[in-house]
């Protein structure tokens, strides 16, 4: 039967496993400000003087947790851009940080490469609080300024798609509005076609999607495959965005999450504020994150918050590290693993072990083929089972009551067509 493939680009951001979101922007400096309580006012930009920004330090921070890739918001819902552009004033060219001639955007994909983590940028097109616009509209209604800030958006995403080379990701919050489809559309095809896009256009060939929430977590089951890609802001949760095996669309999920409780204002655990080391996220809440994206087929995107010395903060970074060592401690050691072609995978330990989770990984560049399969043990001369489920994808991972044995199998009970397994380990 005909299903889903992946792009070469969308198999090679599942391997990637963890990425990271940067969040630096104006009210960093002016905690107070809410673009969306304080329409008519933006904060002056010379507040914007990150004195010690160092974005070697960010990307160093983001591969100690195991982060292969980062996507750095660039403009947020304030306007304020982190590059100079050449579009208004409302940017670093006007703070005092650095005189006005530096280039965050730059100076980031420069640290990428350096730190060997595959540069993504996003830049918020629905809202633009310097250029009065919540939802992609002009608030005025006014449609000589409409046209306008659809032309400044093309202006800024050809800055940003043209000026610093090839992008891994790029992040659409919220999808592309209609009304700048087009223009979005042929500026993509032509400056980053083989970018993977977050809620990208329906045509663009490598998208990933929104699995409903901003907690870091994907429905099971969560097939790559689906017949939708979702547009809607990621403020609310949605149900219902687990797609479908038989869908004709390769589109994966990826899960975000601020590394930080969203319990205050607007903004939340994505920026910085003086005094919230406490709602820092537990290292067993970001753990079980990974097995709730990771291990169900998505992609993990982890908040990273700048402060404003321009610095992701000591707590942060120790958090970070702690996260990327206790993955490692998991999942680097498997007691035993295999690879192959079929319905049933049997492996051999070397001594019995008691065995607490399993991963399954398809080799998703044949599609997803797997329907249903059960992980069994043996015990006193017959398989019994461990754990069942359907979706495996490029990843799933399994946890189940300690199974004692030196003898474990995967079965694949349903299969849409001969299953390819990448890897099945147990741990």
Request: charged share 25%.
């Amino acid at each position: 039967m005909s299903m889903a493939l992946p792009t070469p680009e969308q198999v090679a951001w599942a391997d990637c496993g963890v990425g990271v979101i940067i969040h630096l922007d104006i009210q960093v400096f002016e905690p107070e400000y809410d673009f969306r309580r304080s329409w008519g006012y933006t904060p002056d930009p010379r507040k914007f003087n990150p004195e010690k920004l160092d974005t070697d330090q960010w990307l160093e921070a983001a591969r100690s947790l195991g982060a292969r890739y980062a996507v750095l918001v660039a403009k947020h819902c304030s306007g304020f851009s982190l590059w100079p552009t050449g579009v208004h004033d409302y940017s670093v060219r006007s703070s005092r940080w650095r005189g006005g001639r530096g280039d965050i955007v730059r100076d980031f994909i420069a640290s990428c490469r350096r730190c060997g983590v595959l540069p993504g940028l996003y830049c918020s097109t629905g809202c633009n609080a310097f250029c009065d616009v919540d939802d992609v509209l002009v608030r005025s209604g006014d449609a000589a300024l409409q046209e306008r800030y659809n032309q400044i958006v093309y202006l800024q995403l050809d800055e940003l798609w043209g000026r610093y080379g090839e992008l891994f990701e790029i992040w659409f919050d919220g999808g592309v509005a209609p009304r700048l489809r087009d223009r979005v559309e042929g500026l993509l095809g032509r400056l980053q076609p083989r970018a993977v896009c977050f809620q990208g256009p329906r045509s663009h060939k490598s998208n990933l999607r929104w699995p409903g929430n901003e907690d870091g977590q994907a429905p099971y089951p969560c097939w790559a495959a689906t017949d939708e890609i979702t547009q809607e802001d990621g403020a609310a949760a949605m149900p219902g965005l687990g797609g479908n095996p038989d869908g004709s669309l390769w589109v994966p999920a990826e899960c975000d999450m601020p590394c930080r409780a969203q319990d205050r204002a607007f903004g939340g655990g994505w920026f910085w504020r003086r005094g919230e080391d406490e709602l820092l996220h537990p290292l067993d809440y970001m753990v079980e994150r990974y097995y709730r994206s990771v291990g169900r087929n998505g992609n993990l995107l982890i908040g990273m918050v700048i402060d404003d010395q321009g610095l992701v903060p000591a707590a942060d970074c120790a958090r970070f590290s702690e996260f990327g060592r206790e993955i490692a401690r998991r999942f680097s050691a498997p007691k035993a693993s295999c690879s192959g072609n079929g319905l049933v995978h049997e492996l051999a330990l070397e001594s019995p072990a008691a065995i607490t989770q399993a991963v399954i990984a398809e080799d998703i560049r044949l599609g997803e083929r797997v329907r249903e399969y059960s992980i069994e043990a043996w015990d006193r001369g017959a398989w019994r089972p461990a754990a069942r489920g359907s979706c495996v994808g490029h990843k799933r991972i399994e946890r189940f009551a300690p199974a004692a044995s030196d003898r474990f199998r995967l079965n694949i009970g349903r299969a849409a067509s001969a299953p390819a397994i990448r890897e099945f380990a147990v741990y």
